[in-house]
């Protein structure tokens, strides 16, 4: 099976216009070919994902997952054009980090806001990364700094005569359910569908050591990125354990509830490692004002 970037935008535009007539107005076909495409993409992937007799435009729970990963992939589409674009038109000092998964969207922002005022001719290229992606990338000089979730026992094994490293800080990872007419809308005391981290990812033995044996759950859902868990939480579709800088907007909102917090949340610290040896002082001077930094 082939995925077709057509069917992204037309999953998109029939989310945004809760209509198959005004979709296909947006997308410049008519209604019943509209109709035929979404039919194809379900005889596709062998599912539906609407569902035939609601009187609305309603996701099922396969199409609602799919729909999810189709935002997200447009985010990346657009953010790689930009990216393009500005590369383009400027020929600047290129870093590149390597950077979890979770930690792209709030974070990173955050804890590199500085060097843009410092640094004029900066131009920074991310690539998201678990930890062992991250230091592959690293060791074969792919990328210049790896800002991941680690742990004491990780950072045993690395080798100190090759690596450097800093904690930059301790970041909370909260399960979180979405808040449906001001009613959280799971929570521990029932059989709860787990939006989870696939099992390369880090944060998934974070997690594991929080609920196995603890919590009645079945598994809806797993993948690397903690944005897709995000967008699938604030859907209704279960309950993630999410960085807290990734969702505190939604809670102070009020879209997004903890649950259980003083008994199921748990702490990871963030780390920024480099190569040891460098052949640019513009690194030096990087990881100096990096590590220096207080959040």
Known sequence: MTLEIRWIEDLLALEQEKSISQAAEMRHVTQSAFSRRIQNIENALGFQILKRHSKNIDFTEAGQILLASAKNIQNQLDTTINYLEKSIKNNELTIKFA?????????????????????????????????????????????????????????????????????????????????????????????????????????????????????????????????????????????????????????????????????????QDVYIIRREIVLSKRINYIWDLLTSKKL
């Open 99 to 267: 950077v979890s998964h979770s930690l792209i969207t709030q974070f990173f922002p955050r804890f590199i806001h500085d060097l843009s005022n410092t640094l004029e001719d900066l131009k920074l290229e991310i690539i998201a990364a678990n930890l062992k992606q991250g230091m592959r990338l690293l060791t074969d000089g792919s990328c210049d700094f790896l800002i991941c979730y680690c742990d004491d026992s990780t950072l045993q094994q690395l080798d100190r005569s090759l690596f450097m490293f800093h904690k930059i800080v301790k970041m909370e990872i909260l399960p979180v359910t979405a808040v449906m007419n001001n009613v959280p809308k799971y929570s521990f005391e029932q059989l709860f569908p787990l939006l989870s981290y696939s099992k390369q990812a880090y944060l998934r033995k974070c997690v594991d050591e929080v609920i196995e044996n603890k919590l009645n759950y079945r598994t809806l859902y797993e993948t690397d990125n903690a944005g897709d868990l995000k967008e699938l939480v604030l859907q209704g579709l279960g309950i993630a354990w999410l960085p807290k800088l990734l969702v505190e907007k939604e809670i102070l909102e009020n879209k997004l509830k903890i649950v259980d917090q003083e008994k199921y949340s748990t702490f």
